[in-house]
């Protein structure tokens, strides 16, 4: 699984904190330790952008769109192993293709036997087996995905991690690029977490520009999810967490 053009980020949760880059192989071998900020980042394709029109996001133009007032599809509370507890935390159009990303948290599983079954269920969810957790790690932990759903293309996983739920600690950012046929590999979409007290995230691209986007609760999840996209022609460049 190659780290081609994928920024890994890390924030503390503070007011006004830039989200810093800090290296992808690090943070992944952080995570198979079981420590704080855990999150690995999936592996990222440089492919081709078509047509030439730009983004539409609707990070916050979900139905009802506030920020307690999530607008997402949001699975039952009660525990179960076999499907996980999803959430749409944004999507929008980009060159007439729609998108959008979900949040899949799993619960633990008691035993093996539950262990085997939940696998299975990740599988026909669609994540990739190279993502998949250790079945040995896997009872007593949580496990969480935000994937890419982008056209008629396949899930593809961006951030994941398998732990316990105390391990989880707001702070980690993925850049990729949108399109899973993007050329220029250009890393347009950027997914990260946030402390649950963080009241906006501001976005800044390499053209200069900026965008406010609102972090939103996920099911199952200490920690909240926000989500940008630069606008065609440019790249991510920073984020700045606003308590």
């Keep these: 699984m190659t780290q081609t053009d994928i920024a890994l980020l890390l924030a503390d949760a503070a007011d006004e904190v830039e989200i810093g880059i800090a290296p992808v192989q690090a943070v992944m071998r952080a995570g198979r330790r079981r420590r704080a900020r855990r999150w690995a980042v ?12 730009g983004a539409t996001l609707a ?3 979900l139905p009802g769109g506030g920020r307690h007032d999530k607008g997402a599809t949001v699975a039952t509370q009660v525990r179960h ?45 669609g ?14 932990m949580t496990s969480h995905y935000a994937s890419l759903y982008y056209g008629d293309e396949p899930l593809r996983p961006i951030m994941f991690d398998t732990g ?7 702070g980690s950012a ?36 900026s965008t406010v986007v609102l972090p939103h609760a996920a099911a199952g999840s200490p920690v909240d999810y926000f989500v940008g996209v630069a606008p065609a022609g440019t790249s991510y460049l920073a984020s700045k967490v606003i308590m």
Excluded: C, F
């Design 42 to 53: 999936a592996a990222a394709t440089a492919v081709v952008l078509a047509g030439s029109t």
């Design 59 to 61: 990070v916050t133009g």
């Design 81 to 125: 192993a076999d499907w996980p507890h999803l959430t749409e935390v944004a999507r929008g159009t980009d060159h007439g293709a729609g998108w959008r990303v979900e949040v899949s948290v799993w619960d633990p599983p008691r035993d093996k036997a539950e262990a085997d079954r939940q696998l299975e269920a990740m599988r026909r969810y």
């Design 127 to 140: 994540i990739d087996a190279r993502v998949l957790p250790e079945r040995s790690h896997l009872v007593g």
């Design 164 to 170: 316990e739920r105390r391990d989880y600690v707001a």
């Design 174 to 209: 993925a850049v990729i690029p949108l399109a899973g046929k993007n050329v220029d590999g250009a890393l347009r979409l950027v997914v990260g977490t946030v402390d649950k007290t963080a009241r906006q995230v501001r976005l800044t691209w390499k053209n200069g520009d």
